[in-house]
């Protein structure tokens, strides 16, 4: 009675006796627990006082640290964001400050392991196992379709944009899913909401009615969320397996193995980088993120609405509905086009259209000073007209199989699904329609109102199909759109494979690049001087440059064999012994740069030099000079950042100084400051960027320097000052060039393209007496030439005045006489006489 009565009484008082009871039995524990400590009541509130004070003072304290370290890292973010150097931690970490509304938000960016690459490469090394393939190198014959190819390379691609399962793409994916399960419930009270509104309204009823309409609303509101949740999500996770894949790329791509030059002068398996991870990477992911929803969706839909329709239905439409699936995926899947394929080979094309507009664009001056406009509209032309005309034929090819996917899943499928639900109206036994409940029962009512009951459960019976009847059809529309986006699902996954081949093939060539994979084709030998016959060594870590027995190799795209320059070249340069390398062009002059940077392969021998790295290094000054994008500060310390500036404890007072040694002081006052942000290719003229390219050697200041034709556009008092400055800093100078001004800046000339076969070389030392009789050979050369002059002169007078006379036919012989030109209108005198000349010579012959 006790508890019947408590439960009569009104929600707010039933919680205040809870609250009053659960006080009282807290006061009576604080007591028992006074009784029983052997401390006093004064000393306990004096410790207690002490605890709560000690407690503040933490708190604030901790509090007041927090502040000062979050005040600091707003502060560096705001100091760095402008430059966005970002700061190194260990294992080459870099944190990015990176605006974010009124502050900036702080981004650490965690390069890709060695062990990570190391562990990845057998997956994008060694192909699956199929008939024919061979371990190693993929093979490029593999067609883009729907093989085990494509679960194999879609399996790589996925252990790259989801390492592990704590990553933050698995959040993405579960919470992806989470919504994909919700909107499928949702569907399911849809359709029920919908056959009880249309229950309701042919019955008459419309209080039950209205409530319908706000359940559909409140319904409508969350479905509305739902849905827009996973478009989000499914934009998230699109980002997220980019910048995955982007980060890995570019840790491959632009690592210390050079990947990003050999993967175009030396590979040539990718084509166009820029292509692949600009555009194909990036639908890559959008298709991949599309396709787990368009397939997790749908087969969620499927295994629940037939479930739903088998306890309506029963197990005949179950069945037909199984066949319908299989038929229909079946014959898509026989007269389903290669989408792959042509999906692989539309991206080539994009990418060679592509590369055609970036060729024009770096090349612009060089054409414009040609006139060469019209040949390269005609060359643009033909490359878009490839395009256009490869993807009109796509185009075509998919109108035919649109018709047929259109009319199979959209109209055939409807009309199974009205014949389907049709079912417990007209065959309720096999159907599996259970009867209304509250119906009447025989014999259960008086005669009188039989007529009356009668029609009432008739009328229920009717209301109760009409809702069986909304609900399944609800379902029905759901189910036929959850399998048309399940075959809709094929032809997006025949595309995707297309992407998949194009990603894969981009990150297998970086991994066999980066690992140097050569390989021979199956059941051949390796190329002669093929970056399969690589034998050399290349050494880093000595103190100066050195090549013993070393073959000059132009090498060729793989795996076709190089073109050998000279046959076995072999110098040592040491501490301040200076080396011009002179001869000339095509002898192989900048390829021995090349060799010595690690761009072409060392075939034979042995190649040593020092590292990169530190004023112990070497640098190199190439042919073209470079300038990155960036300020003024950046073009001075480039490959340095500002921030590897600061830390080595350098100001501009000290670039200044260099600028001002390599004759370019006037460029900060001219350009505005340090900080000016310009295009500086189009800014310096050719004399500058070279000047430019010394002032980042003498900012350097390492131990050798290799200096390409790095003065060419230089005068020669200047150039002059620049070599004695690199010298008096401890630079060690190997130059190539063809100036022999050059001689006295240097302590030994390398002659390349000596001999019959133009591959033999000499070393010599200058100043020495082998050197300078070899001068003295050269000069006492030109001076016997110069001599012969007036005699070829005098000879050249007497073959002019022999042309000039013709024999004149009808004349005695012996006789002779002169033959005049004809006159010609718009010329002069002297264009005649030149025609004259070309008559003359022409009868006489």
């Known amino acids: 009675?006790?508890?019947?009565?408590?439960?009569?009484?009104?929600?707010?008082?039933?919680?205040?006796?809870?609250?009053?009871?659960?006080?009282?039995?807290?006061?009576?524990?604080?007591?028992?627990?006074?009784?029983?400590?052997?401390?006093?009541?004064?000393?306990?509130?004096?410790?207690?006082?002490?605890?709560?004070?000690?407690?503040?003072?933490?708190?604030?304290?901790?509090?007041?640290?927090?502040?000062?370290?979050?005040?600091?890292?707003?502060?560096?973010?705001?100091?760095?964001?402008?430059?966005?150097?970002?700061?190194?931690?260990?294992?080459?970490?870099?944190?990015?400050?990176?605006?974010?509304?009124?502050?900036?938000?702080?981004?650490?960016?965690?390069?890709?392991?060695?062990?990570?690459?190391?562990?990845?490469?057998?997956?994008?090394?060694?192909?699956?196992?199929?008939?024919?393939?061979?371990?190693?190198?993929?093979?490029?014959?593999?067609?883009?379709?729907?093989?085990?190819?494509?679960?194999?390379?879609?399996?790589?691609?996925?252990?790259?944009?989801?390492?592990?399962?704590?990553?933050?793409?698995?959040?993405?994916?579960?919470?992806?899913?989470?919504?994909?399960?919700?909107?499928?419930?949702?569907?399911?009270?849809?359709?029920?909401?919908?056959?009880?509104?249309?229950?309701?309204?042919?019955?008459?009823?419309?209080?039950?009615?209205?409530?319908?309409?706000?359940?559909?609303?409140?319904?409508?509101?969350?479905?509305?969320?739902?849905?827009?949740?996973?478009?989000?999500?499914?934009?998230?996770?699109?980002?997220?397996?980019?910048?995955?894949?982007?980060?890995?790329?570019?840790?491959?791509?632009?690592?210390?193995?050079?990947?990003?030059?050999?993967?175009?002068?030396?590979?040539?398996?990718?084509?166009?980088?820029?292509?692949?991870?600009?555009?194909?990477?990036?639908?890559?992911?959008?298709?991949?993120?599309?396709?787990?929803?368009?397939?997790?969706?749908?087969?969620?839909?499927?295994?629940?609405?037939?479930?739903?329709?088998?306890?309506?239905?029963?197990?005949?439409?179950?069945?037909?509905?199984?066949?319908?699936?299989?038929?229909?995926?079946?014959?898509?899947?026989?007269?389903?086009?290669?989408?792959?394929?042509?999906?692989?080979?539309e991206g080539r094309k994009e990418g060679e259209f592509r590369a055609l507009h970036a060729r024009l664009i770096a090349n612009a001056e060089e054409v414009a000073f040609y006139a060469g406009g019209p040949t390269e509209h005609v060359l643009l032309d033909q490359g878009f007209r490839e395009l256009r005309k490869w993807m009109e034929g796509m185009y075509k090819i998919k109108v035919g199989y649109n018709m047929l996917e259109d009319f199979v899943l959209k109209y055939s499928w409807s009309a199974f699904g009205y014949l389907v639900t049709s079912l417990p109206v007209f065959l309720p036994a096999l159907g599996g329609l259970r009867e209304v409940e509250g119906g009447p029962k025989a014999g259960s009512l008086p005669h009188d109102s039989a007529r009356e009951t009668e029609d009432s459960g008739a009328s229920d019976r009717s209301g109760g199909r009409m809702k069986q009847f909304i609900t399944n059809k609800r379902l029905m529309l759901s189910l036929a759109d959850a399998g048309g986006r399940m075959m809709y699902s094929i032809k997006d996954l025949s595309e995707l494979a297309g992407y998949t081949s194009r990603v894969y093939t981009l990150i297998s060539t970086l991994h066999r690049v980066h690992a140097n994979a050569y390989t021979p084709p199956r059941g051949s030998y390796p190329e002669l001087f093929g970056l399969a016959d690589v034998q050399g060594t290349l050494h880093k870590g000595f103190d100066g440059v050195r090549l013993e027995n070393v073959p000059v190799v132009a090498p060729s795209l793989y795996p076709i064999g190089g073109e050998e320059l000279i046959d076995n070249l072999s110098f040592v340069v040491g501490p301040g012994d200076h080396l011009l390398i002179t001869g000339p062009n095509g002898a192989g002059k900048s390829a021995v740069s090349r060799i010595v940077a690690g761009l072409w392969p060392t075939y034979r021998g042995l190649t040593s030099r020092p590292r990169r790295t530190g004023q112990d290094g070497i640098m190199f000054l190439p042919q073209r000079p470079y300038l990155s994008p960036g300020t003024l500060r950046d073009q001075v310390i480039y490959p340095d950042t500002e921030l590897d500036m600061r830390e080595s404890g350098r100001r501009e007072s000290e670039l200044l100084a260099i600028l001002e040694q390599a004759k370019l002081g006037y460029l900060p006052e001219r350009e505005g400051g340090w900080d000016t942000k310009k295009m500086w290719k189009d800014v310096l003229s050719g004399g500058e960027k070279q000047r430019m390219g010394i002032a980042r050697l003498l900012y350097h200041e390492p131990r050798y320097a290799f200096i390409d034709e790095g003065t060419s556009a230089v005068s020669s008092d200047v150039e002059g000052l620049l070599y004695e400055t690199a010298k008096r800093k401890g630079i060690t100078l190997i130059t190539i060039s063809t100036r022999a001004s050059l001689k006295r800046y240097h302590s030994y000339t390398l002659t390349l393209g000596l001999g019959e076969e133009a591959n033999e070389y000499e070393l010599l030392r200058i100043g020495t007496a082998t050197e300078k009789s070899g001068v003295e050979k050269e000069l006492q050369e030109l001076r016997d030439r110069l001599g012969r002059v007036e005699g070829w002169k005098r000879r050249r007078e007497e073959i002019e005045e022999e042309l000039g006379r013709v024999w004149v036919e009808g004349k005695e012989e012996g006789a002779r006489s002169e033959l005049r030109a004809p006159e010609y209108e718009g010329e002069g005198r002297e264009g005649a006489e030149l025609m004259q000349g070309d008559a003359v010579s022409e009868g006489e012959t």
């Open 1 to 345: 009675m006790a508890a019947q009565s408590t439960l009569r009484q009104p929600p707010a008082e039933r919680i205040l006796q809870f609250f009053d009871h659960y006080y009282e039995c807290l006061t009576t524990r604080l007591h028992n627990l006074e009784r029983r400590s052997p401390l006093s009541k004064r000393t306990t509130q004096l410790l207690a006082t002490l605890a709560l004070s000690l407690s503040i003072i933490t708190a604030t304290y901790g509090g007041f640290k927090l502040y000062r370290r979050r005040k600091i890292e707003r502060d560096e973010g705001h100091r760095l964001v402008r430059r966005n150097s970002g700061l190194r931690g260990k294992d080459g970490e870099r944190t990015l400050y990176v605006p974010y509304k009124n502050s900036t938000a702080k981004v650490t960016v965690h390069p890709t392991k060695q062990s990570t690459f190391e562990a990845h490469r057998r997956l994008f090394l060694r192909p699956p196992k199929q008939t024919g393939l061979e371990s190693g190198v993929p093979p490029t014959n593999i067609k883009p379709g729907l093989n085990m190819a494509f679960i194999h390379q879609l399996a790589s691609l996925m252990s790259i944009m989801i390492p592990h399962w704590s990553s933050k793409e698995t959040g993405l994916l579960t919470t992806h899913a989470v919504f994909l399960l919700l909107r499928t419930y949702l569907s399911l009270v849809v359709a029920r909401v919908d056959g009880e509104i249309v229950r309701d309204l042919v019955g008459g009823k419309g209080k039950a009615f209205l409530l319908g309409l706000a359940k559909w609303l409140s319904i409508g509101a969350v479905s509305s969320y739902t849905n827009s949740m996973i478009k989000f999500l499914q934009s998230k996770i699109s980002i997220a397996f980019r910048t995955r894949l982007t980060r890995y790329i570019h840790d491959l791509y632009l690592g210390p193995q050079l990947a990003y030059y050999k993967l175009h002068d030396l590979d040539g398996g990718a084509g166009q980088a820029d292509q692949f991870i600009t555009q194909d990477l990036t639908v890559f992911c959008d298709s991949a993120a599309a396709l787990y929803s368009s397939l997790g969706k749908p087969l969620v839909d499927l295994i629940t609405f037939n479930f739903q329709l088998y306890r309506s239905l029963g197990p005949l439409a179950l069945s037909g509905l199984l066949i319908n699936y299989f038929a229909t995926a079946t014959l898509l899947r026989k007269l389903s086009p290669p989408f792959g394929k042509m999906k692989a080979v």
